[in-house]
């Protein structure tokens, strides 16, 4: 597959990485969460799982994040629904895509696929709904634009991103617009994201649907968990993106 380069409306760049699949016309668009980026092992390892099953995978960072261009505190949910869009514009107009976020990555999944037709099947990974919760028990005891995300000083934590996960408040609103099959995968020991949010989420969406809970699975998962992740997902594109 001939990939364009990968800019947003801001025109800065952002940092993929593509795995061939033997599948045609199908494209999985794997993104991290907040101080996460493309390398991460679990999306590294998923992209890998999938190719090998056929299907072609790319892995992107965030703008602000990792390689790509752009300035870290400028990385809100809000924003990068829109460098999702942005993505989804320069690829070609006859893929079937499905998009595969991990954490704030599943909050901005939900957002675009709440209102974009080119995301054909949504996979959820320890997905956040509740953002303004989250940023509260998170970062509530750190000043905006002068704290960092957990004490770690490249992850600023910047009022814009605060100001974005208070006005969103949850997305319960856009989970129940999702008219598209949406996989949910979560770990019963994350204490970053809480189960809760895919629980609810799932309550709340319309089939198809499917919430698979994975006993003692942390937040970002880890070797043990990784080969059910890679199944789950595989198996829910079999079924709905084929």
């Not at 990792?66 to 999702?84: N, P, Q, V, W």
């Not at 909050?107 to 209102?115: E, I, L």
């Not at 634009?145 to 856009?174: A, Q, T």
């Amino acid at each position: 597959m001939d990939l364009p380069e990968f800019r947003n409306r801001q025109g800065e760049k952002l940092d993929t990485a593509f795995h061939e699949g033997s599948r045609e016309g199908v494209l999985v668009i794997l993104a991290h969460g907040v101080t996460g980026n493309k390398d991460r092992p679990l999306l590294v390892n998923l992209a890998e799982g999938l190719a090998a099953r056929g299907w072609s995978c790319l892995r992107l960072s965030w703008t602000g994040n990792g390689a790509s261009e752009g300035d870290f505190r400028d990385a809100t949910i809000s924003k990068e629904s829109g460098d999702l869009r942005d993505v989804l514009d320069a690829l070609p107009p006859r893929l079937k895509i499905a998009y595969v976020g991990h954490s704030m990555g599943g909050a901005v999944g939900v957002m675009t696929a709440a209102s974009e037709e080119r995301i054909r099947v949504l996979v959820s990974l320890a997905g956040m709904v509740r953002t303004e919760e989250f940023c509260e028990r998170e970062f509530g005891s750190v000043i905006p634009d002068k704290g960092f995300m957990w004490d770690n000083p490249d992850c600023p934590l910047s009022r814009k991103y605060v100001d974005d996960m208070e006005s969103i408040g949850d997305l319960f609103d856009e989970v129940g617009q999702i008219n598209v099959p949406w996989l949910l995968i979560h770990g019963t020991a994350d204490d970053v994201v809480l189960i809760q949010d895919s629980q609810d989420a799932y309550d709340t969406a319309e089939e198809p649907k499917r919430l698979v809970e994975i006993a003692g699975a942390e937040h970002s998962f880890d070797e043990k968990s990784y080969p059910q992740v890679i199944t789950e997902v595989a198996d829910w594109l079999d079924e709905h993106l084929s």
